[in-house]
């Protein structure tokens, strides 16, 4: 095992979870003696713990019940990128999520998942656009003094410039 952390699971989560310990409660009636009791949440049917075979044979199960994708083509390492992506595409801090995938710092997250979080990166932009695109955004700039508006440096005034640069 890797690392271990707590998080706050979503309820749909909870509610996945309590079906399928209700799930395991009648798999293990159904194996009797055949039962191997371990305290894993995900097991086999037999209660055994579940190997990298099994969890990839479960997961494309589940995926050729969604019309348009095709299972062979995924692995359950998409879900990690996909929970990075989600969660970079809502403006979860970079913080925030390195600290959910388990990383060291943010560096490996960035490393890792450069594509996935771009979104955060660009969402600054995102927002200012949105904030100047507003009626009161406009009337924001538009208030701003004459002299301190600079089209590009080489048209701009030198005290202009200068006031810039302090």
Same mark, same amino acid.
């Given at each position: 095992m890797k690392s271990r952390r707590t998080i706050a699971l979503p309820d749909l989560c909870v509610r996945a979870l309590v079906t399928l310990r209700a799930r395991q409660d009648a798999e293990r009636s159904a194996a009797g003696e055949g039962w191997y009791e371990t305290g894993l949440v995900f097991t086999?049917?037999? &209660?055994?713990?579940?190997?990298?075979?099994?969890? +990839? +044979?479960?997961?494309? +199960?589940?995926?050729?019940?969604? #019309? &348009?994708?095709? #299972?062979?083509?995924?692995? #359950? +390492?998409?879900?990690?990128?996909?929970?990075v992506s989600l969660l970079s595409d809502a403006g979860v801090p970079i913080e925030d999520v390195s600290r959910l995938v388990g990383h060291s710092s943010t560096s490996v997250t960035e490393l890792v998942y450069r594509h996935q979080i771009r979104p955060v990166i660009q969402s600054g932009a995102t927002i200012m656009d949105r904030l100047f695109s507003s009626p009161a955004g406009r009337r924001a700039a538009e208030a701003v003094p004459t002299d301190n508006r600079v089209e590009s440096p080489s048209k701009a005034p030198a005290s202009a410039i200068a006031s810039r640069r302090r």
């Open positions: 086999t049917r037999l &209660g055994t713990a579940m190997d990298a075979a099994n969890v +990839r +044979r479960d997961f494309r +199960r589940a995926l050729a019940l969604v #019309p &348009g994708l095709k #299972p062979k083509e995924w692995s #359950p +390492r998409e879900l990690r990128h996909s929970f």
